[in-house]
């Protein structure tokens, strides 16, 4: 199994950051992922800055060399894992900015029709690890679930993703010591993860 990690945040003494270690834990101890690769957009410097005009169009985004190597890290993977903070009810705009360059049309699907679409990225899968600093059911009860909204059905179910996990942890400022049982558990779910799982 090939699993691309794209990670967003700029603090690597994060809590982000730990999720990131204990999912690479995980992966290393487990015997049916044979590949990994991590994409660190803050390391990396990624311009999520989406331009277009008369001269760039948005619809050829799918051929701008600047992303050539993000497309095919996306292509080979079988599952995706994003690594990000909520903040203001959404993920960062850095990872948004990605998200906007490279799911883009002929890439990820294909306009059909005026209100019909090809999805070009089925059979892949998506684990969403996510944390905030207020409660597990802020989204819920007071954003509508607008996160899980538009990651999973704005943009992974429309490209032909429909295997979406989600692991939304709360109230993150908290002890290192209860910090223990959330990193443990993504820890435990990629060291045990099948070859084909959601």
């Not at 690594?83 to 850095?94: K, L, S, V």
Request: charged share 25%; with cysteine; hydrophobic share 40%.
């Amino acid at each position: 199994m090939n699993i691309l990690i794209i990670y967003t945040h700029p603090n690597h003494q994060s809590l982000n950051y730990a999720f990131l270690e204990h999912t690479l834990k995980g992966i290393k101890e487990n015997e049916s992922i044979i590949n990994v690769k991590v994409v660190d957009l803050y390391k990396e410097k990624f311009d999520p800055v989406l331009f277009f005009d008369e001269n760039k169009k948005r619809s050829d985004m799918h051929t701008d060399p600047k992303f050539a190597a993000y497309r095919e890290q996306i292509l080979w993977a079988e599952k995706m894992v994003f690594i990000y903070p909520i903040w203001w009810g959404r993920p960062p705009a850095m990872l948004l900015g990605y998200i906007d360059q490279l799911f883009s049309t002929h890439f990820a699907y294909l306009n059909t029709g005026k209100y019909s679409h090809a999805a070009l990225l089925k059979g892949k899968s998506v684990i969403c690890i996510s944390t905030m600093k207020g409660p597990k059911n802020y989204p819920l009860f007071f954003l509508r679930n607008a996160h899980k909204i538009l990651m999973k059905k704005a943009l992974f179910n429309y490209v032909g993703i429909k295997k979406v996990k989600f692991f939304e942890f709360g109230s993150v400022e908290i002890s290192k010591k209860k910090q223990k049982p959330k990193l443990e558990k993504i820890y435990m779910y990629f060291k045990t993860l099948p070859p084909v799982s959601g």
